[in-house]
């Protein structure tokens, strides 16, 4: 199983940036998919997840500004980030957890980790 992010850059207060999730392994539409991010001496924090294939929540801190969206026929996942600030700097995981009809942000309900892409905002 691999889940290879990419996208991940430093850019000024406001600016955007888009995340991808290349997914191998698994069949990609049997999982609730998430990206999380961790900043430097914080734990790691959900920021959006689509759960049963279809319905989507986002972290309260990035409401209105990111979007998470998949391309079932690539394995893929996205997020679109609008307007960042600089408390949005974190290393960005794509995650990949068992399906089910409960959205969730706790880490322990992923199985499936990539190893991460970094987001600065100055």
């Known amino acids: 199983v691999q889940l290879v992010e990419s996208g991940g850059g430093s850019v000024q207060a406001g600016g955007s940036l888009r995340l991808s999730c290349s997914v191998s392994g698994i069949t990609y539409s049997r999982f609730n998919m998430a990206w999380f991010r961790q900043a430097p001496g914080k734990g790691r924090v959900g920021v959006a997840t689509i759960y049963t294939g279809d319905k989507i929540v986002y972290a309260e801190a990035v409401k209105g500004r990111f979007t998470i969206s998949q391309d079932n026929a690539k394995n893929s996942l996205y997020l679109q980030m609008n307007t960042l600030k600089p408390e949005d700097t974190a290393m960005y995981y794509c995650?990949?957890?068992?399906?089910?009809?409960?959205?969730?942000?706790?880490?322990?309900?992923?199985?499936?980790w990539g190893q991460g892409t970094q987001v600065t905002v100055s």
């Open positions: 995650a990949a957890g068992s399906m089910s009809n409960v959205a969730s942000f706790l880490v322990s309900d992923f199985i499936f």
